[in-house]
């Protein structure tokens, strides 16, 4: 008796994880090379940290009462397998920057009373909804600046060194239409007194607003100032501003790091509700958007974190940083090449020999009757120029020679996919017409 096979169900990446294949690959690996080099130029070192750390470092370092602590980590018990070990509570990183600061304070990094450069390129894991631009294994581009006061880790001028060089890296991945939002959320100190402003303000009108704005108006009222609800803008509108509750030094750090963005031509805007979700920051707070990215528009963010070291028990170490979601470089530059792939003509033909320069014309007119629009090369140039110059302006190359003129079957290859292949004459028509 033949028994009936269940079929197995194949097994799938988990929610919010992704493969990444090639040829994508070739893309994540150009923008880490043109990253590597850019920091490199900017005397930048290379740290790795672990994947996961002691969930106490995030509790400390990023926050309690931030989402991502109190929402989106993955953690768990990991059991003592020995006498000589304790249990303990892990997480997988859901960022790096509190790695990193660890990591400075175990190796004594700043003892020589030098700034700490460091950069790091890994994923990072966050439990948030997934959706085009938010995973849950996601990868984070970062660099940290980082050392004693006495090393000029307060100066204004490094947050300007850093937006530069990222408004450098930006440009040499060839990202286009970026803008550069910043803002001042000023001391410890000038924070609680900005909270309770707003708080007050909050309370007469927060039961107006989005549902989740009348829970941060509790938990985290400075959260309401991040809302994307359009019926809530005319209401955050009319909020005070956290610059009228900066001390006077908050305030002459923040125009000397515009002062310097200006001298070296870093264009920026002032956000007033740029406040960020991480509570390690103090003073600069800035963010890289691009209009490409749709809800998720934010490529990178960043700012100081002038105490952080200290609340995880480190000695005085200000610094800034900052984390590109690689993800979003990744899905922005396609964006980008999609658009200037739209512009190119249909298809470039390429006769090969003079004598085939009346056939291509004829076939040139064809194309365009059926209004496809087309390049005609010339006989007289060589295979290699023409597959040049084709590449510059037609996102299809159709090769008119010999053997294609006799066979009525055209060589096409297509430059977004490198795919070649045989079209007869007849369907080039409907081969060639943009999808
Ligand atoms: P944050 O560490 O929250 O300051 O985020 C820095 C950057 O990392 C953001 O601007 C995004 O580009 C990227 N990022 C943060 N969360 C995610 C996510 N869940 N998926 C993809 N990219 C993310």
């Not at 090379?33 to 740290?47: K, Q, W």
């Not at 002062?259 to 805007?269: F, K, Q």
């Not at 007033?272 to 809800?295: K, S």
Request: proline share 5%.
């Amino acid at each position: 008796m033949s028994q009936t096979l269940k079929a197995i169900q194949p097994l799938k990446a988990v929610r919010g994880t992704r493969d990444l294949l090639p040829p994508e690959t070739e893309l994540w690996n150009h923008i880490d090379a043109t990253a590597r080099r850019v920091f490199a130029r900017y005397n930048f070192g290379e740290i790795r940290t672990p994947i996961f750390e002691d969930t106490q470092l995030f509790a400390r370092g990023v926050g309690e009462e931030t989402d991502i602590v109190s929402k989106e980590m993955y953690t768990w018990e990991d059991k003592a397998r020995a006498q000589s070990e304790k249990a303990q509570s892990l997480t997988l990183r859901p960022e790096n920057t509190a790695g990193v600061v660890r990591a400075c304070i175990e190796h004594k990094l700043g003892e020589q009373g030098l700034l700490q450069k460091l950069y790091y390129i890994g994923p990072q894991f966050r439990r948030e909804r997934p959706q085009k631009g938010r995973y849950r294994q996601f990868f984070q581009i970062g660099a940290e600046v980082i050392g004693p006061p006495s090393a000029g880790s307060e100066s204004p001028l490094r947050d300007a060194e850093v937006l530069e060089m990222l408004a450098t890296l930006l440009d040499e991945l060839g990202i286009t239409g970026w803008r550069l939002l910043i803002n001042s959320v000023g001391t410890p100190q000038d924070r609680p007194r900005y909270i309770a402003t707003l708080r007050s303000a909050l309370q007469p009108v927060v039961g107006q607003m989005c549902a989740d704005c009348q829970r941060r108006a509790e938990t985290n009222p400075l959260r309401v100032l991040d809302c994307k609800h359009p019926e809530d803008q005319p209401i955050i509108a009319t909020l005070p501003r956290i610059w009228d509750s900066l001390d006077e030094e908050s305030r002459a750090h923040f125009e000397q790091v515009c002062e310097a963005l200006d001298a070296c031509g870093v264009p920026y805007e002032h956000d007033h509700r740029l406040v960020r979700g991480l509570d390690y920051y103090t003073r600069t707070t800035f963010e890289f958007q691009h209009g490409g990215l749709g809800a998720q528009n934010a490529l990178l963010g960043g700012g100081r974190y002038d105490g952080l070291s200290e609340a995880i028990g480190g000695p005085r170490a200000p610094g800034i940083g900052f984390a590109i979601g690689e993800d979003r470089l990744v899905l922005t530059l396609q964006a980008q090449a999609e658009t200037a792939r739209a512009d190119r003509a249909d298809a470039y033909i390429a006769p090969m020999g003079e004598a085939r320069n009346a056939m291509a014309l004829g076939l040139a007119r064809e194309l365009r009757a059926a209004g496809l629009r087309v390049e005609l090369g010339d006989g007289s140039f060589r295979l290699k120029k023409s597959f040049e110059i084709a590449d510059k302006l037609a996102r299809k190359i159709a090769i008119l020679g010999e053997d294609e003129a006799a066979s009525r079957i055209l060589t096409v290859k297509d430059f977004a996919t490198g795919e070649q292949m045989k079209v007869p004459w007849a369907e080039l028509k409907a081969h060639l017409l943009p999808h």
